[in-house]
C-alpha cells in the first residue's frame, strides 16, 4: 500500500477548473503576484496564504469573507489554493471595479500604512518607473497636479478622481 498518497486531495480530473473575465494585463499581474508565493513553481500556494496574497495586491477582505472564500475553493479541506482558482476569485472581485478603483488598488499596494496616502518621493518613483516611461518633466506636472499637503504626502484618491475628470 503506497502511504504516500493524499485521499484528501481529488484527483486532477475530479477537480473543477473555474473561467475568468480578467483582462490579460490583470491576468499577468495576479499570475506574478501568485508567483511569489508559489515558490515551488506548483501551481498552488497553500489555502492559509490566501489572506497574504489578496494583501499583496491591495485587496483586504474582512475574515467572513476570507471564510467563504476557504469554503468555496478548498471544500474538502486541502488547504490547496491553485491558480485557476484564484484568477477566479479575482476576477469576481474585479467584476465591477471601475478604471478609477483599479488604480486606486495599485496605489494602495505601496500605501504600506493603510492611511490613504503615498510620501511625493515614492509616488515620483513609482511614476518614474513603472508603467510607461516618463521624463523628469512629466513626472514633475504630475506631482504639481497632485496637490500633496504640506508634509508631501500625495491622497490618492483624491489625485485619481481629479485625474478621471480630465
Keep these: 500500500m503506497d502511504m504516500d498518497y493524499d485521499f484528501a486531495t481529488p484527483p486532477p480530473e475530479e477537480r473543477i477548473i473555474r473561467e475568468h473575465t480578467l483582462t490579460a494585463e490583470q491576468e499577468q499581474d495576479l499570475k506574478e503576484a501568485f508567483s511569489l508565493f ?3 513553481n506548483q501551481g498552488y500556494i497553500p ?3 490566501l489572506k497574504d496574497i489578496m494583501h499583496a495586491v491591495a485587496h483586504n477582505p474582512p475574515e467572513h469573507e476570507l471564510q467563504e472564500y476557504y469554503n468555496e475553493y478548498d ?3 486541502s488547504d490547496e489554493l491553485y491558480l485557476s482558482d484564484f484568477l477566479h476569485l479575482m476576477s469576481v472581485r474585479y467584476k465591477d471595479m471601475t ?3 483599479e488604480v486606486i488598488l495599485a496605489f494602495r499596494v505601496f500605501d504600506r500604512d493603510d492611511n490613504g496616502y503615498i510620501h511625493e518621493t515614492e509616488f ?3 511614476m518614474s518607473t513603472m508603467g ?3 521624463d523628469e518633466d512629466d513626472v514633475d506636472q504630475i506631482l504639481l497636479d497632485a496637490n500633496s499637503n504640506t508634509e508631501g504626502n500625495i491622497i490618492y484618491r483624491d489625485f485619481v478622481a481629479m485625474m478621471s475628470e480630465r
Design 38 to 40: 508559489d515558490t515551488n
Design 47 to 49: 489555502m492559509k496564504q
Design 75 to 77: 471544500p474538502n479541506n
Design 99 to 101: 478604471p478609477e478603483d
Design 124 to 126: 515620483r518613483n513609482i
Design 132 to 134: 510607461d516611461d516618463m
